[in-house]
């Protein structure tokens, strides 16, 4: 059956950062949490369009050849398979909602680390 998710009650349940939570399913694809602080790795999926969605603080997003984006409360943005980014949490801590396909690394193509997850649902 369908439940109500409240997303700041979810985000309540963690304080990792950049540790994403799976919070449910949509055919192949998982919607998850993730908290934001400092910087994250550059980095691109391969196979894969990302998407950002911020509720709480500021987050940019810098790419690689073009102007980063910044995003507030209620802003997201759409990062294109094969772009090269690097999130940053400028208003520390951020809470953001990832739209990913399923079993894509959070990393992506950057070499293995202290940043990259298993994915663990809520």
Known sequence: ???????????AQFDAPWSPKRIGRLDDYEIKLAKAEGEFAWHAHKNEDELFFVTQGVLRIDFEDREPVRLRPGEMTIIPKGVRHRPVAEDAPVHILLFERAGVVNTGDAEAGDLTQVIEDL
């Open 1 to 11: 059956m369908p439940r109500v998710l409240n997303i700041a009650d979810l985000h």
